[in-house]
């Protein structure tokens, strides 16, 4: 049962063009939305969150879009840049709801290919 | 130290044989996490510490698994008589605030023969 579902195993984008990153989730007690990028051989980087309070939240070339009704959120890159390729994953919590341990449940991940 | 250092960063065991796995997080993080990546999945949560205590362990497979976290700082992963399923990218993080992100080691990549 996957709690935390990106569709798209891969996107490949031109460089200077827009990467949009897509994730959906069921659980409803999420309020806290992460998105972390990964390098090979190397641990997740966080990049960028968002409180379920919030439909947009902004910093730099990335923006993360939140629609709680359809239970989507969306990572928006702009321009992309060669040195964006990597692996995201979108990993909600339920940091202001839960009682515990604001562990993060993890999607599969999307790679993105920026293409010079 | 600077990150969080995970050691070995890659280890090949045996079926059936006993491992550790360490984890150096950043000085003065309370919070420390384990999670665990198998080929082609995002990370899994394991178990969470404060302090020196396992706040919350439901993430851990079976009670094959157990970590310690004795003074407050370093942790160990333990797995006992391992298994082929076993094989992963065993991440470590901490964390010293309930909010944003945490700060992930580079993992040490488990391979049971």
């Known amino acids: 049962d996957q709690q935390v579902k990106q569709n798209s195993p891969s996107l490949s984008v031109q460089e200077g063009r827009i990467s949009i990153l897509n994730c959906d989730y069921t659980n409803s007690m999420f309020d806290y939305f992460l998105w972390y990028k990964k390098y090979p051989a190397e641990g997740p980087t966080f990049l960028i969150s968002?409180?379920?309070?919030?439909d947009k939240n902004e910093d730099g070339r990335f923006t993360v879009f939140l629609n709680k009704s359809a239970k989507h959120l969306s990572l928006h890159i702009v321009p992309s840049q060669p040195g964006d390729s990597a692996v995201y994953f979108c990993a909600p919590t339920t940091a202001y709801s839960g009682a515990g341990s604001y562990q993060l449940t993890f999607g599969k991940g999307t790679k993105l290919s920026v293409i010079p | 130290g600077a990150g969080v250092s995970q050691t070995p960063s890659n280890k090949v065991t045996e079926k059936g044989k006993y491992v550790e796995l360490r984890c150096d997080p950043i000085?003065?993080?309370?919070?420390l996490y384990w999670y665990r990546q198998s080929l082609g999945q995002g990370p899994e949560f394991l178990i969470y510490f404060q302090g020196t205590g396992a706040a919350d362990d439901s993430g851990l497979p079976n009670d094959r698994f157990f970590a310690v976290r004795p003074e407050g700082s370093v942790s160990t992963l333990k797995i006992q008589r391992t298994e082929r399923g076993d094989s992963a990218v065993y991440l470590c993080?901490?964390?010293?605030?309930?909010?944003?992100?945490?700060?992930f080691g580079s993992g040490t990549r488990l391979t049971v023969v």
């Open positions: 993080a901490s964390s010293s605030w309930r909010g944003g992100g945490y700060t």
């Open positions: 000085s003065g993080h309370t919070a």
């Open positions: 968002i409180s379920s309070i919030k």
